[in-house]
């Protein structure tokens, strides 16, 4: 079946266009885009198509076939734990550890409430050239 032109792109689509505007506003040199920001757009485009979602988030096509391309080289492994009492207390603190099965690792904190797509950066950790 053949998917619609006109469907509408899911709201993480214009929320990830303003976080691709605000890091380039906030960059002092050229340099190349956080692998958070790729993660989120490989993932939507994986679902929604690479032309639409590059177009729609202001991003090189190129750029972002290369990133499926290569993405879909890399073995899908990994595993995340979200303790539920993180997410229940509107304050406090949570921590996320990721390993892969080369035995790196990586943690990260976060206190009260911070906005993180922790998918995207899981994808960007397990994804990342070594």
């Not at 976080?19 to 002092?28: G, L, M, S, Y």
């Not at 939507?44 to 096509?61: K, P, Q, S, T, W």
């Not at 890399?74 to 303790?83: A, N």
Request: proline share 5%.
């Amino acid at each position: 079946m053949r998917k619609k032109r006109n469907a509408e792109l899911p709201e993480a689509v214009p929320l990830l266009r303003k976080r691709i505007e605000a890091w380039r506003q906030t960059r002092k040199k050229v340099s190349p885009m956080p692998a958070p920001l790729w993660a989120a757009a490989t993932s939507l485009a994986a679902e929604h198509g690479v032309c639409r979602i590059a177009r729609a988030v202001g991003i090189d096509y190129a750029a972002l076939k290369r990133r499926m391309n290569s993405a879909e080289e890399v073995p899908k492994r990994g595993f995340i734990e979200l303790p539920a009492a993180a997410f229940a207390a509107s304050h406090g603190e949570a921590v996320f550890e990721l390993s892969d099965d080369t035995g790196a690792t990586m943690t990260f904190r976060m206190s009260g409430r911070v906005d993180v797509d922790v998918i995207a950066v899981s994808n960007a950790f397990w994804n990342r050239r070594g």
